[in-house]
């Protein structure tokens, strides 16, 4: 068989393959049950987000200092980044979007309409359509996230808008904010981390199926 041949008959594999599996693969560790490497990194996070450990990092407890390093580069994309509080909720909406991350959009949809981000440009996204009012901010903060996602690059039209606009490390920490989150999202899809009872999942685009 040529190696093209082969390619396509992994891809017609892989594109069939039926993603019905239980839900949770891991489930959230009692505490009552939990290693020292654990304890000590429940110590750490509780001392930084003045809270228990929730969602995304539940499942990556599993790996006790990842969990750690992961909230830690959370703790400065989410809060103190370049491009500022309301963007960095736009970019996290795109971005679960892309990755149809359920719980990350049931988190932070609220957060974002709370930071300024109009509902109409929110149910844009969670349609996977293209908001029309957003403001010049948004639309550059959004065209970026699109197309680091998509394409895997930026162009360097879209890329010289937002140096301009929030500096070198603006674009740094834009590309960030889209990796942390992707990497979030990996993580929960991947250990198909259930959506409160409260939730509503994304719509499921055919690739999604």
């Not at 590309?175 to 259930?194: D, H, R």
């Amino acid at each position: 068989m040529k190696a093209y041949q082969r390619l396509i008959l992994f891809l017609f594999i892989s594109l069939n393959i039926n993603f019905s599996f239980a839900e949770n693969r891991l489930p959230t560790i009692n505490s009552d049950h939990y290693s020292q490497e654990q304890q000590e990194a429940q110590k750490i996070f509780e001392n930084a987000r003045k809270t228990k450990i929730f969602g995304p990092f539940e499942p990556l407890l599993y790996s006790p200092q990842l969990m750690n390093e992961a909230r830690s580069m959370g703790d400065y994309l989410r809060y103190h980044s370049a491009i500022g509080n309301t963007l960095s909720e736009l970019t996290i909406l795109v971005t679960s979007r892309f990755w149809t991350q359920d719980y990350e959009w049931y988190v932070h949809a609220p957060i974002a309409l709370k930071k300024g981000i109009s509902a109409s440009t929110i149910e844009a996204i969670r349609q996977g359509q293209i908001p029309t009012n957003m403001n010049t901010e948004e639309q550059l903060v959004y065209q970026f996230t699109v197309e680091l996602l998509n394409n895997k690059q930026v162009s360097n039209t879209t890329y010289s808008a937002i140096e301009k606009h929030f500096g070198k490390k603006g674009a740094v920490d834009l590309a960030g904010i889209v990796g942390y989150y992707s990497f979030l999202a990996l993580e929960m899809n991947m250990a198909q981390y259930p959506l409160p009872k409260d939730g509503v999942s994304l719509p499921r685009f055919p690739e999604n199926r």
